[in-house]
DNA sequence: AATATTCATCGTATATTTACGATATACGTG
DNA sequence: CACGTATATCGTAAATATACGATGAATATT
């Protein structure tokens, strides 16, 4: 199979990436739980989740891989908080997507 | 195990299900096709795809289910479009998040 | 040194996604 | 009616995602 990179353009993949860290609730609560601390949010995160703690440690790894969030180790605890770069530019993608017409006819 | 709607809010389920769709490259593409048409773009968008016709039917099925896009009978054709409503929903729900200040410390 | 706290990782089970070729469906054309 | 065109669906294989409990690693506290 053809791989990615020879098929669809770095953009293309990025935002998908970016698109499919933000694809299952749980993530997308835990983004606003990070968002809203005005200083970062650190651990506990599990506690305003539905879910075990291994469970939200995976979801944090997804989208730490997908960059949009940093982990800030002050032992014992592991902070996190949104990667503004990247988050920035998931924004900048998303909104040259969405700035596209849609169709008027259909 | 939980149900989604225990848990979730409505609207992180719904970003999170229009996230999903887009989480894919293919998908991505398919939409930037479907939105640089000025009118509803028609069928053998397979053309622009390094996919197959019966896996870019499937990648279409899923933005149609995520609501995304609608389809057009025209028999023998279907054209697809983007779906103003939810698009711009999509649209509204993201920005919600993306206003959101990302940590400034870390 | 023993214990507690915080978090990641492993092992595992199940579900979902992705992809393809083959086939089915629906319709228009010759 | 036979055939072509456009598209969906089926069957299937392989990969990935989701979730949990158990365990491991690192550090702080007693």
Redesign the pocket.
Known sequence: ?KKETDVYSDDEVKLARFA?AL??P?RIQIMKLLASQNSCF???IAGYL??????V??????LKDAGLII?NVK?????YCICKENWDMAKKFLDALFEKKACEIC
């Open positions: 199979m499919k694809s299952h749980a650190c651990g506990n539905p879910l075990s703690q291994s469970t440690s995976q979801h944090l790894k997804e982990a032992q014992p605890k592991i902070y």
